[in-house]
């Protein structure tokens, strides 16, 4: 690193590197904000000609994008609550109870979380349709919660075996139940890692195409990577500007909550990693 | 009226292991009871199965008259302080003070007394608003206190709650606690591993040894008349002298013959401990303690001492007085009881450096005049009314 090429090559490499990241988000953001017109044109340059704020418009209004958020919004946020309900008492219970065989239930916990989605959708499918819960935002929030809740166990698992037991023990002799030292001591103290598990959990049912793909059929019930697909698509012309508003929109909210919460994400991920 | 009763109390852990085997004893009310007792004595097991945080194998638990074998520990009226303070550390000292009160449904003002009673009492007042993490080490003690106090609980248990403190806060605290458990006459089991702090605080001393109990008594009467050969091992810093010696007994009292050397017993001595005379022609294991043992060239002739003849190995000068430190053809009386004690406290080489050669190790306090020195052939006066006899086999005292 001393010398001064060195240097020059270090930074050359992390430059390039970072502008071919980011490069496609910018070609996004950027399309967003032309006329259809010139965003349909070959020749469409780096930055538009004259910034238009249509393409959100036609999104919001004729295309109605609003449902397909408010879908997504409502079924990422249920996934998060009950994934976050159901892996706290089980990280709970397999960080203090002692239960037998612990190590083996979180290598299959792991093992689950890992299981290619390919292969999870023909299976499900058959189950939904079975139990007639095809197209409904049920199918799709049990489906996430598949892999979120592998995830968060393991997470907060590693996160409450951290926290030291006389933390509860003391809380007990104060005059706590187990449930209220859970409440009132353990959860505040592991916040960081609720906080990423959530973030976590959030963005995997967010993000998700292929079982929202597989499962809906009504638009009405489309979530917003769906309807993206679906969106500013006419028999002649497919309009660019209105599918990367649309794709604005969805990413920022999470790219916001993100940058926001990075501080704790990283302390909830690293934690225990050195002591 | 017992506060705590204690009857029959086992603990077997899953694996076979016994923790506490068959503990009986009970607290009167507003007492200072100490467990002591070398690691892995079951001290902290007996504290935690009173606390509730241990089920209890069986036997049966009693506080304040009441069977709380299968009550848990927030039902108990128990306050505990921990070894690691166990504050919690999202909380400000002022809320960690008002929780168990909080749990309780206490109205706010009556919190708010309360919490601000409890600070002054430990002089907490200034770091209220502040959170553990911003405590030192002493003040978080405090907090824990002040945490056991508000409640106001039947007893408070302690576990080892000045051992992650310096040398000189500890001093501090171990009179400060006293008299703050003296002030609230609240009952108080405490568990500590020092035999200096279970001397100094408790009214009462129980001391432990693997998951059985030793002895319980006052610290003066664990001093003056331990029961076996660990309590009088465990008890009293520098320890008791412990020799291997062979009574026998003649007309007028008797020899106790010990190396090339030999201490006599007239008959006013040997009717202290009658039952010693079934030990004629026996090995047995005699104890004095280091202050018993006196400078002959300093001390006064009197009828009761003896004089002994040892090598100097070590001065230790305190200042207020002097450690002689010295060697005598004997074998000490190790058994594996002493060993673990020595471990403990840290003085296992010496002892096994005097086991081989059938040189045994030593320490007798002399006033700070005292004139030896170092590798000096010196004659030692043994006070002889107050030396200790045990039954080299099963390690009990030979009194009656």
Redesign the interface.
């Known amino acids: 690193m001393s010398k001064p090429i060195n240097k020059i090559l270090f930074y050359g490499f992390v430059i390039a590197f970072v502008l071919s990241s980011l490069f496609p988000f910018y070609w996004i953001f950027i399309t967003s904000l032309k006329t259809s017109a010139e965003a349909s044109q070959i020749t469409s340059g780096f930055w538009p000609s004259k910034l238009s704020f249509s393409a959100y418009n036609t999104v919001f209004t004729q295309d109605n994008f609003l449902q397909p958020l408010l879908n997504s919004a409502f079924v990422s946020l249920a996934t998060t609550v009950l994934s976050l309900i159901t892996s706290v008492l089980a990280a709970y219970s397999l960080a203090r109870l002692g239960i037998k065989g612990k190590g083996l239930i979180l290598g299959f916990i792991l093992v689950a979380g890992f299981f290619p989605i390919i292969a999870m959708v023909g299976p499900l499918f058959l189950v939904f349709r079975t139990l007639g819960l095809l197209d409904s935002f049920t199918s799709l929030i049990f489906t996430y919660l598949i892999y979120t809740l592998p995830i968060s166990t393991w997470l907060l698992t590693n996160f409450f075996s951290q926290i030291p037991k006389d933390l509860e023990e003391a809380a007990m002799v104060d005059g706590a139940s187990r449930l209220q030292a859970l409440w009132k001591i353990v959860i505040p103290i592991a916040v960081p890692g609720i906080f990423t598990a959530a973030i976590l959990s959030f963005i995997l049912a967010w993000n998700d195409f292929t079982f929202a793909l597989s499962f809906i059929s009504s638009p009405s019930h489309f979530t917003a990577p769906l309807a993206i697909v679906n969106l500013g698509q006419s028999q002649f012309q497919v309009f660019y500007n209105r599918i990367d508003a649309a794709v604005v929109v969805t990413t920022l909210p999470i790219a916001l909550l993100v940058l926001l919460a990075q501080k704790k994400i990283i302390s909830g991920l690293t934690a225990g990693a050195v002591k | 009226m017992a506060t705590v009763e204690l009857e029959h109390i086992s603990k077997i852990y899953p694996n076979g292991t016994a923790g506490v085997t068959d503990l009986s004893f009970s607290m009167q009310e507003g007492e200072f009871l100490v467990l002591v007792g070398p690691s892995g004595c079951g001290k902290t097991t007996a504290l935690r199965m009173v ?3 241990e089920e209890i194998t069986s036997g049966s638990l009693r506080i304040n008259n009441k069977e709380v074998n299968n009550v ?3 039902d108990r009226d ?3 302080v ?3 303070y ?1 504050l ?3 909380m400000k000292v002022r809320d960690n003070l008002a ?2 009160l909080k ?2 449904k206490m109205p706010k003002e009556e919190i708010e007394k309360k919490v601000a009673r409890a600070a002054s009492i430990l002089g907490l007042e200034e770091i209220l608003d502040r959170k553990p993490s911003q405590l030192s080490g002493g003040q978080r003690q405090r907090v824990a206190m002040g ?1 056991a106090i508000v ?1 106001e609980p039947a007893v408070f ?1 302690m576990d080892e709650p000045l051992s992650n403190l310096d040398a000189k806060l500890r001093v501090q605290m171990r009179s400060e606690i006293s008299k703050i458990q003296r002030q609230l006459g609240v009952a108080t089991l405490y568990v500590t591993h020092d035999q200096v702090e279970a001397m100094t605080m408790g009214d009462r001393v129980a001391v432990l040894k693997n998951s059985f109990l030793q002895q319980i008594d006052s610290p003066q009467r664990l001093y003056d008349h331990p029961n076996n050969l660990f309590v009088a091992a465990f008890i009293g810093s520098p320890s008791m002298n412990l020799f291997e010696g062979e009574i026998e007994f003649n007309s007028t009292g008797a020899n106790l013959n010990f190396g090339n050397q030999t201490i006599y017993l007239d008959n006013k001595v040997t009717s202290l401990h009658p039952s010693l005379r079934s030990f004629n022609q026996r090995r047995i294991v005699f104890g004095i303690r280091p202050e018993d043992l006196y400078d002959a060239s300093l001390a006064n002739q009197n009828p009761n001492f003896q004089s002994i003849k040892a090598k100097v190995s070590l001065i230790e000068a305190l200042g207020s007085e002097k450690l002689i430190h010295f060697t005598i053809n004997a074998n000490a009386g190790i058994t594996d009881d002493i060993k673990q004690i020595a471990e403990e406290k840290g003085a296992m080489d010496s002892l096994l450096g005097s086991q081989g050669n059938s040189q045994a190790e030593g320490v007798a306090r002399f006033p700070p005049r005292s004139a030896v020195k170092r590798d000096e052939l010196i004659e030692i006066l043994v006070d002889t009314t107050n030396m200790h006899f045990f039954d080299i086999d099963t390690g009990f005292s030979i009194w009656e």
Request: charge should be positive; charged fraction near 15%.
């Open positions: 606390a509730g945080l848990a520990p927030k128990i306050a505990m921990f070894q690691s166990a919690y550390p999202h929780f168990p749990l309780q945490r409640r248990l």
